[in-house]
């Protein structure tokens, strides 16, 4: 499996960059999309769907590549993974019933993969990932692997989105199912938060 990375402040530079990469007859097969709220998706992934690509898409709050790091800009991995190791589920929770959407997902990927790891991104600023965690858990086991992320949008706390090919919502996830015979994937959990604003103390919280 081949990946490369391209990255852009505009949809034109994206689309010359996706070019570029074709050139040597890489055909990509999935893209991991990061990309500012300020940017145009819908002309993102219009381009990607031209392609014939799979889109796991999410808002930020800065971008990065290898190459450099980017802010209100776009950022994409490009693999040509053979598209019977993977697969895209897209659901929204408007009920806040997290655990339950996010097991039913998994019942349906067991289907698929004996198996599977899961990378997720969630948005709006309520969503307990938590639940969405326990929500795998209950159907794949504690030992599943799942890695991701919430939406960001430039740091405005107002309307993080995840997006697919075709879908786009402020109040769901997006799911990039992998056949862990096929595929594995590793990665390390850091956080670079900072204070902001005056300092308080928390006296009592429901969920997120």
């Not at 889109?55 to 971008?63: C, K």
């Not at 897209?90 to 289907?111: H, W």
């Not at 209950?138 to 075709?166: E, H, K, L, R, W």
């Amino acid at each position: 499996m081949k990946a490369k990375s391209i990255g852009g402040t505009s949809p034109s530079e994206i689309n010359i960059a996706l070019e570029m990469c074709l050139e040597d007859g890489f055909l990509p097969t999935l893209a991991i999309v990061f990309v500012s709220i300020k940017q145009d998706r819908n002309a993102i992934c219009k381009i990607l769907d031209n392609a014939g690509i799979s889109i796991f898409g999410a808002t930020t709050h800065g971008e990065f590549t290898e190459k450099n790091i980017g802010k209100e800009s776009i950022a994409i991995l490009l693999l040509d993974m053979k598209r019977e190791y993977f697969q895209l589920y897209f659901e929204e929770y408007p009920n806040k019933n997290y655990r339950e959407v996010a097991a039913d997902v998994a019942t349906r990927v067991l289907d698929r993969f004996a198996r599977p790891t899961f990378l997720v991104s969630g948005s709006h600023m309520e969503t307990d990932a938590e639940q969405l965690l326990f929500g795998f858990e209950d159907v794949v086991g504690n030992q599943v692997n799942i890695y991701g992320s919430m939406a960001g949008d430039d740091f405005s706390f107002t309307n993080p989105i995840v997006f697919t090919n075709g879908r786009e919502s402020n109040r769901g996830m997006v799911i990039l199912a992998l056949d862990e015979d096929k595929i594995k994937i590793k990665g390390r959990a850091s956080c670079g938060w900072k204070a902001v604003g005056t300092v308080r103390t928390v006296t009592r919280s429901e969920g997120n």
